[in-house]
């Protein structure tokens, strides 16, 4: 059974060495690459991958990249993905997380306005409107 964070990260602290923490919790370890946690928001979302690819305001191309597992993208290319795939905040915080990024913060600044389009449905365009509007990185 799957623990929670704070259970294991004292499992940890705890254990005799590292080989018996690694081999008691190996259940508990994410296994899931990035295509395959994408490929399945992309069919709960049921949008083609084409429609993925101009929402997410990059190319075809890149796209089955990272479908097939021959690219990994970066924290602002997976944003524009969770943008373009329509994801609550609960879903892109999650497959942020996954894929080894840091969360939104709403304490930054450049995350704020990010998930502040992301919460009131804004497209990739008017995000990128709007961090650039405000001297901020745009996503892409």
Known sequence: MPHETDDL?????????????????EDSFSHESVR????????????SKA??????????????QIFAGRRNPS?????????????????????LKQCGWAQ??????????ILYGMAHGQTLPAINDALFSEDEETLC
Do not use: V, W
Request: glycine letters at 4%; a positive charge.
């Open 104 to 113: 939104l913060y709403a304490k930054n600044r450049r995350d704020a306005i």
């Open 36 to 47: 395959e946690l994408l490929g399945r928001l992309l069919a709960k979302k049921r949008i």
């Open 9 to 25: 990260r004292q499992a940890l602290m705890d254990a005799p060495n590292l080989q018996a923490f690694l081999s008691d919790h």
């Open 75 to 95: 924290r602002n290319r997976l944003i524009c993905l969770c943008i373009g795939l329509s994801a609550s905040l609960e879903e892109t915080q999650f497959l």
């Open 51 to 64: 429609t993925l690819a101009r929402r997410a305001g990059m190319s075809e191309i890149y796209l089955h």
